[in-house]
């Protein structure tokens, strides 16, 4: 089982910039596509970002393209995010999730393990 540790999380000025990082426990972190999504007070989890396993091919949610980018790194075993131009509506929860598959998805009930979550307010 993977466990996942977010952090990076915090309050900052709206135009401001912040970076997110998840720890995994698992070795194999190579063999996981990598996932963020976040969710907002009263609405639903939604897509931020997804990054395939030894490639790096990256997706990206409209809301967020062009200011947030998704990377790993699978000698340290971490997915990072990103987060540049923040703007009011990005404040949410983030969450980051691992998905054992080949295959990228957006949807956030195709992702197997999830992390606690960390606050991201701008």
């Known amino acids: 089982q993977v466990q996942l540790v977010e952090s990076g999380g915090g309050l900052v000025q709206a135009g401001g910039s912040l970076r997110l990082s998840c720890a995994a426990s698992?070795?194999?972190?190579?063999?996981?596509?990598m996932g963020w999504f976040r969710q907002a007070p009263g609405k639903e989890r939604e897509f931020v970002a997804a990054i395939s396993r030894e490639i790096g091919s990256t997706y990206y949610g409209d809301s967020v393209k062009g200011r947030f980018t998704i990377s790993r790194d699978n000698a340290k075993d971490t997915a990072y995010l990103q987060m540049n131009s923040l703007k009011p509506e990005d404040t949410a929860v983030y969450y980051c999730?691992?998905?054992?598959?080949?295959?990228?998805?957006?949807?956030?009930?195709?992702?197997?393990?999830w992390g606690q979550g960390t606050q991201g307010d701008a």
């Open positions: 999730a691992a998905r054992p598959s080949p295959y990228v998805s957006r949807r956030y009930g195709d992702y197997d393990y």
């Open positions: 698992e070795r194999t972190f190579s063999a996981y596509v």
